[in-house]
């Protein structure tokens, strides 16, 4: 016995079966065989283009706050904050008289950490679609049973771990990138962009996106407790951060 939905589903199943059929064009990515430092061999293919724009997708990006600045005419104009100012620590902004920039501080400490973490998932996204799409290999039986006593437990984190061990430096990520990327057609800076993502995800590791918070408060570009000490000094305690 069919319900209505059922029976409504089977009628548009039976006319979509009468529809014209167009045939996609035939292709197939390259493939070739790869082989690591340590001697092993793996084979690698083509990525589709529209894969790795997808991994380079800014969707979610955090939206930096905004600064006010006095214009020499006596407007004020409100411009977003850099993304390479010093965070301050919480000590340093509990320091802060001024109760305005106390909490535009901890907005922007704020904002620093979650672009940190969105940078880090990104970038870990562009590794793996790298190892687990590029590559047709998986660990042998024995391998991933070491890694599972690692604690990598399922079988994509294991397959990536089992690659990316095999990539001491940023120079063996880089080979083995643009290899797997000479096999696919993309633009330049497409492919120039992927790069940076894709090392940047693999030097973070399997879990990259999980420590990207904590490292957020003193990420590059970011001054050191003395820099930032001596910037705080420097700034005073005004309602208005001079702009960076």
């Known amino acids: 016995m069919t319900n209505g939905y059922t029976a409504d589903f089977m009628t548009k199943r039976l006319e979509d079966n009468d529809l014209p059929l167009v045939e996609a064009p035939k292709t197939q990515l390259p493939r070739a065989r790869y082989r690591f430092g340590d001697g092993s061999t793996v084979t690698i293919h083509g990525i589709s283009p529209m894969l790795i724009l997808g991994a380079q997708s800014e969707a979610g990006k955090p939206e930096p706050p905004v600064r006010a600045v006095k214009m020499a005419g006596g407007g004020v104009q409100h411009v977003p904050r850099r993304d390479d100012e010093p965070v301050l620590t919480p000590e340093e902004i509990e320091a802060l008289a001024n109760p305005e920039r106390r909490e535009a501080e901890e907005e922007y400490a704020r904002y620093r950490a979650d672009l940190a973490t969105w940078h880090a998932e990104r970038s870990a996204r562009m590794a793996r679609l790298v ?45 083995f990138f643009d290899t797997v990327t000479s096999l696919t057609i993309a633009t330049e800076e497409g492919l120039e962009r992927a790069e940076a993502m894709f090392q940047s995800g693999v030097s973070g590791g399997a879990g990259s996106a999980v420590g990207a918070a904590e490292q957020a408060q003193r990420t590059p570009g970011a001054a050191q407790p003395e820099e930032t000490q001596a910037r705080a000094a420097s700034a005073g305690d005004s309602a208005e951060p001079a702009a960076g």
């Open 131 to 175: 190892f687990l799409i590029g590559v047709e290999d998986s660990p042998p039986p024995e391998v991933a049973a070491l890694w599972k006593q690692l604690g990598f437990g399922g079988e994509m984190d294991i397959k990536f771990a089992w690659l990316a061990s095999k990539l001491p430096d940023d120079q063996a990520m880089q080979h």
